[in-house]
């Protein structure tokens, strides 16, 4: 990097520090906004361009330091004359500037003018600034990049048009018969447009352009296509088994079902039988709302592969759901397959009855833990792994299933509703079924909002539910006190839960108690032995307590819309009509109380998840059990879904057409063009 003008030992260092390295990194840094600095407006015009950015174009009347009596903090104020009009323009605790602003100096500024408190008078504070050098030409449109240690911007600029000069060198790692197939433009056109761009259209600004579509496309189309190929070089080892689904099997299937299916259940299983038919092993992700009978599916296909004479396990994330899981399979199934559990509570002697079991065959469907992954359990013939509750397991833990058996069908599950777009970058190398209609007869849960002031209404209505034999679950969104969240703390909250209801029988549960101990708690509330469970979002994945009737959210606020349906769904799973009550924080913002309206008249949870990826995000979505999921440096999965699907199905078509060693190939110099790429901030 030191070859380039104006790039010194310290700003090399400086720019080494920033991750760029090299003047392949420098073009990667894209400007993060751009100033159309050929309009500027007129001093003389801000009173109606109160709160609006604007450029200025003038000169520098007066400048000087001062300190603030009130706050004791160091200002720096500029007066500024553009011709029509002069205004204030005010930097806080930034003294430094006295040495770089003087009396006389052109400026560009960018900034907001705002009215001051003094008398309504129009200021800009601590606007972006540059100087404007003798005869320098003014109206371009100018690309504004991050901050670089203490790189002046118009130094830096200088430094990357400079990078830009040598645009012609920069490699394309991606072929012209894949950007033909995914219908982009070259990288070294790409990228000096995103730079320069000659216009700031609607497209570009939207980041719709031919410039953004290729580096996002490029960005997608290379982490679908290594998944891809992981997926198709696992699959090079063909299923030797074969499996049949005959009248027998269709009858003894009816036989079990504890109700009719759902036209979506019916539509997913036939996906999940012919993908079990086929030579390559399944890898399906099984998308179903809390309460549509994924369970139901998943044992379908279970049977489906023990009449074909081969085992079947199902991994589950805690131990009381190993057990509800096993508990439901016994009831529905009798005794016509052989089901067991695996816990890492299990007894040496448990634990050698299961093994041996599991190796000769005589166990035809194990339901368990992590304890089913350990090394010193295999398996006679393992024909399908089932993953339940798939946020809780990462793709190490898949790929341990697979390693159990001779290349096993695998489906996993998860009950969080998570939109299709966001499905494409969290489990890209999975196809995906919805199950998107719930089984008839459950029950409809009507949902409330309710003002921290009506708490002795809400109390009141469960007390007369709970003298009904109902059973309530009362959420708090934190254990320890936060005076800056203004929350109610979960110790607090039980200890006036208490008092509250003297004669009520109380627990308390949270993420924090040992395990044995949250499932002692859980199989009490579910035997009936507790009126009232305190908890915190624990309990959002849980076993079903259908006497459980009313769930009720404190601070509600607090929590994102996902999360509150997921627990929503803890109540309604009997025959007790039931009652989701949100009771919302005093001091909630009003964006926040708007989002829980919308959630009170919302009851498909496919529905919220879309609305409440629109609204945070897919980083805040996903929470901080997410944290494994692609993170794209252009792409944005919620802006650019679409880009997602195209990029898949074009990995998909390259690997059938060029074949998975050249696809491999490709990956590579792709991934490898992509290394070390730094971007500035969004």
């Known amino acids: 990097m ?54 200025l174009r003038g000169k520098v009347v007066s400048a000087g330091a001062k300190v603030s009596p009130v706050k004791r903090m160091k200002i720096f104020e500029v007066m500024f004359d553009d011709g029509s009009g002069t205004v204030m323009l005010v930097w806080f605790n930034q003294p430094y500037l006295a040495d770089q602003i003087e009396r006389g100096d052109r400026l560009a500024i960018y900034g907001v003018p705002k009215t001051s408190g003094r008398g309504g008078r129009l200021q800009i504070e601590s606007p ?43 490699e394309d790692p991606m072929p012209v018969t894949t950007r033909e197939l995914l219908g982009v433009v070259g990288l070294a056109e790409a990228v000096e447009a995103i730079h320069r761009p000659p216009e700031l259209t609607p497209g570009f600004l939207r980041y719709r352009s031919p410039a953004h579509l290729r580096v996002v496309m490029q960005e997608f189309f290379t982490f679908q296509l290594a998944l891809r190929v992981r997926r198709a070089t696992e ?46 092993p399944m890898y399906r992700l099984l998308q179903g709302d809390v309460g549509s009978g994924k369970t139901i599916v998943a044992l379908i296909a279970a049977m489906i592969m023990i009449r074909n004479g081969h085992q079947v396990a199902l991994l ?48 035809q469907l194990v339901v368990g833990t992590h304890a089913i992954l350990e090394e010193k359990i295999s398996f006679r013939s393992l024909g399908l792994a089932i993953v339940d509750e798939q946020h809780r397991f990462g793709v190490e833990q898949r790929q341990k299933l697979f390693s159990k058996g001779e290349t096993p069908d695998i489906l996993v599950m998860t009950a969080t509703p998570i939109p299709r777009s966001l499905a494409l970058a969290m489990y890209g190398d999975l196809e995906l079924s919805v199950i998107d209609e719930l089984p008839p007869g459950r029950q409809r849960i009507k949902t409330a909002v ?33 005076v800056k969240l ?32 949250k499932d002692e708690t859980m199989v009490r509330f579910k035997r009936g032995e507790i009126d009232i469970l305190v908890a915190t979002t624990v309990i959002e994945v849980g076993i079903d307590v259908p006497n459980a009737s009313i769930m009720i959210i404190m601070d509600a606020d607090r929590f994102g819309l996902s999360q ?87 990995a998909i078509g390259v690997i059938e057409s060029e074949g998975v060693e050249a696809a491999d190939a490709l990956t590579r110099r792709l991934l490898g063009a992509a290394a070390n790429v730094a971007t500035s901030r969004d």
């Open 316 to 363: 589950a994330p805690t131990e009381i759901l190993v057990e509800q899981h096993y508990q439901r399979i016994r009831q529905l199934l009798d005794h016509s397959v052989v089901v067991a559990r695996a816990t890492g509570s299990m007894t040496a002697g448990e634990r050698r009855t299961l093994q041996a079991g599991l190796r000769d065959g005589y166990i």
């Open 235 to 280: 699959e090079v080892t063909k299923k030797t088994r074969r499996i049949t689904i005959d009248d027998d099997l269709r009858a003894e299937v009816k036989k079990v079902l504890p109700f009719r299916l759902t036209g979506a259940q019916k539509r997913v299983l036939r996906e999940i039988a012919d993908d079990l038919r086929e030579d390559r």
């Open 450 to 482: 309710r003002g921290a002031s009506e708490i002795e209404r809400v109390y009141q209505f469960a007390d007369r539910e709970i003298a009904g034999g109902a059973q309530v679950y009362v959420v708090y969104p934190i254990i320890e006190e936060s």
């Open 564 to 650: 509150l349906h997921q627990l929503r769904g803890r109540v309604g799973r009997g025959e007790r009509k039931s009652y989701c009550i949100l009771i919302r924080n005093s001091k909630a913002a009003p964006d926040a109380s708007a989002r829980l309206d919308m959630f009170e008249a919302t009851k498909d949870g496919f529905e919220v998840a879309e609305r409440d990826l629109a609204l945070r995000g897919p980083g805040e979505f996903l929470g901080t059990r997410q944290s494994g999921v692609a993170r794209f440096r252009f792409g944005n999965i919620l802006r650019d879904h679409d880009l997602m699907e195209k990029s898949r199905d074009a």
């Open 128 to 170: 972006d600034w540059e100087k404007i050098e003798e005869g320098e030409v003014e109206g371009a449109i100018v690309p504004i990049y991050s901050k670089v240690a203490n790189i002046p911007p118009k130094a830096f600029r200088r430094i990357m048009a400079q990078a830009l000069d040598s645009i012609g060198d920069l």
């Open 2 to 55: 030191k070859f380039l003008k104006g790039v010194g030992p310290g700003r090399a260092e400086a720019l080494s520090a920033a991750g760029l390295d090299t003047v392949r990194d420098l073009l990667f840094f894209f400007p993060y906004r751009y100033e159309d600095r050929r309009h500027p407006a007129r001093i003389a015009d801000l009173g109606r361009l109160v709160d609006s950015p604007v450029l």
């Open 486 to 517: 203004n929350l109610k703390p979960l110790s607090e909250g039980y200890e006036h839960i208490q008092k509250r209801f003297p004669g009520r029988r109380v627990a308390m549960m949270h993420g924090r108690m040992k395990s044995d101990e």
